[in-house]
């Protein structure tokens, strides 16, 4: 017969599957950080060695696709991953940290402004709370944005000394630096 356990049963095993929750989000975490940070320059590498990729004088062994893009990625990171995993941490902290004094700032300001406008009865205290508000939704907007380009920026270099790392990529452009840029 099917019955319904004992209060102290259903109390185990709602522990048990608490904690097997717990190990599963854990090692899932561990999981994305270890895939994400290998495959983390993929979208670099399709800009630099895409198929469609303008010729800026790179030295490209060959043209990939996106499989191509995660499968080079993959190759590039190999072995460097503590080290692009501390420079990505230390970058991503650094864009936090800015963006997060930028926004108490203008929380901050629109807040004051706002209680100011909200004690008076006039319109352009209001006028003036608004203005303020969409101001600050800009900076928000204008920081995001800022802070997407310092990301992109710090995962280009990172490909760029992982391939001067690994394959000497600076030797190749040498010859190109030289002679004035012309091959």
Same mark, same amino acid.
């Given at each position: 017969m099917f019955g319904v356990g004992s209060g102290a049963e259903s109390a185990v095993s709602s522990?048990?599957?608490g &904690?097997? &929750?717990?190990?599963?989000?854990l090692v899932g975490a561990v999981l994305v950080v270890i895939f994400g940070i290998r495959l983390v320059l993929a979208g670099t590498v399709v800009l630099m060695e895409g198929r469609h990729a303008p010729d800026?004088?790179?030295h490209i062994p060959a043209r990939v696709g996106i499989w191509g893009a995660l499968k080079r990625s993959w190759q590039l990171v190999k072995g460097k991953f503590w080290r692009v995993f501390g420079i990505l941490l230390f970058a991503g902290l650094v864009?936090?940290?800015v963006s997060y004094a930028l926004q108490i700032g203008?929380?901050?300001?629109?807040?004051?402004?706002? !209680?100011? &406008?909200?004690?008076?009865? !006039? !319109?352009s205290a209001?006028? &003036?709370a608004i203005v303020l508000g969409v101001a600050a939704g800009l900076a928000t907007a204008l920081t995001l944005i800022a802070s997407l380009a310092f990301m992109s920026a710090v995962?280009?270099?990172i490909y760029l000394d992982? *391939?001067? *790392? *690994?394959?000497?990529?600076?030797?190749?452009?040498r010859p190109v630096l030289r002679a004035g840029g012309t091959r």
């Amino acid at each position: 017969m099917f019955g319904v356990g004992s209060g102290a049963e259903s109390a185990v095993s709602s522990d048990v599957a608490g &904690a097997v &929750a717990i190990v599963m989000v854990l090692v899932g975490a561990v999981l994305v950080v270890i895939f994400g940070i290998r495959l983390v320059l993929a979208g670099t590498v399709v800009l630099m060695e895409g198929r469609h990729a303008p010729d800026i004088g790179l030295h490209i062994p060959a043209r990939v696709g996106i499989w191509g893009a995660l499968k080079r990625s993959w190759q590039l990171v190999k072995g460097k991953f503590w080290r692009v995993f501390g420079i990505l941490l230390f970058a991503g902290l650094v864009v936090n940290i800015v963006s997060y004094a930028l926004q108490i700032g203008a929380t901050t300001l629109v807040m004051t402004v706002g !209680s100011w &406008a909200d004690g008076s009865d !006039s !319109s352009s205290a209001t006028v &003036a709370a608004i203005v303020l508000g969409v101001a600050a939704g800009l900076a928000t907007a204008l920081t995001l944005i800022a802070s997407l380009a310092f990301m992109s920026a710090v995962q280009a270099l990172i490909y760029l000394d992982l *391939r001067v *790392r *690994r394959e000497g990529l600076d030797l190749w452009m040498r010859p190109v630096l030289r002679a004035g840029g012309t091959r």
